[in-house]
């Protein structure tokens, strides 16, 4: 499925609260599955830039963009944990 196919079937979905946040989450997920190769956040940004994204009304549609908003971001990896130095007695 497409973005725009995903983006229309949430837009139709009359959706509130709980139930609009699985369904943009279903979207999402099925809008990283059917994707390419690996999904980045660079996947996340390109999807924010189309207008059906922009032009989000619906609670379903709406919380499906905030998930690419959250997906967008890059990541900072975390520093490595040192091992603590071991005191021998």
Known sequence: MTLVKIMDVLER???TGAQAERAARMGFLQWACLADGPVTAEHARRALRCQVAKDAKSAAACA???ILHQASRNSAPLPARRARARTLH
């Open 13 to 15: 979905s009359p959706a």
């Open 64 to 66: 499906f963009v905030e």
